[in-house]
């Protein structure tokens, strides 16, 4: 397989290793569908809600990518994906929950359609 210099690999840095992150009570239902291969967008009213299920809870800081069942992902972070209009990504709003501290500015990255997120004329299996 060829790659041109657009394609990137998405990768846990060491200080979002220490920690694991799992949907919790209060997010949106249709949030469950994250593994989908279709567009979920009709089923998700609301956000998503995060929480801590094993690290320091003390010393948690939210970074820019986080690897979950499915990618959670910085607003800084979208914003860099935004120019590249990827077919078949959608974001949703997720806020990470500590105790009572709230991080909203991150979101879950739905690839529904990994097909169309490929552009065939940038790759060559």
């Given at each position: 397989m060829?790659y041109?210099?657009?394609?990137?690999?998405l990768e846990?840095?060491?200080d979002?290793t220490s920690?694991?992150?799992?949907?919790?009570?209060?997010?949106d239902?249709?949030?469950?569908r994250?593994?989908?291969?279709?567009?979920?967008?009709?089923?998700?009213?609301?956000?998503?809600?995060?929480?801590?299920s094993?690290?320091?809870?003390a010393?948690?800081?939210?970074c820019?990518?986080?690897?979950?069942?499915?990618?959670?992902?910085?607003?800084?972070?979208?914003?860099?994906?935004?120019?590249?209009n990827?077919?078949?990504?959608?974001?949703?709003q997720?806020?990470?929950?500590?105790?009572?501290?709230?991080?909203?500015?991150?979101y879950?990255?739905h690839?529904?359609?990994h097909?169309?997120?490929?552009?065939k004329?940038?790759?060559?299996?």
């Amino acid at each position: 397989m060829k790659y041109d210099s657009e394609y990137y690999t998405l990768e846990e840095s060491g200080d979002s290793t220490s920690y694991m992150l799992n949907q919790i009570e209060g997010s949106d239902d249709g949030l469950e569908r994250l593994m989908s291969l279709f567009p979920i967008h009709r089923k998700v009213l609301g956000p998503g809600r995060v929480g801590i299920s094993e690290g320091n809870r003390a010393k948690f800081q939210p970074c820019d990518y986080h690897e979950t069942a499915e990618q959670l992902v910085s607003e800084k972070f979208r914003q860099v994906l935004a120019p590249f209009n990827l077919p078949g990504v959608d974001f949703y709003q997720t806020n990470i929950v500590n105790g009572d501290k709230i991080w909203s500015e991150h979101y879950y990255m739905h690839i529904w359609n990994h097909h169309q997120a490929i552009h065939k004329k940038r790759s060559e299996i």
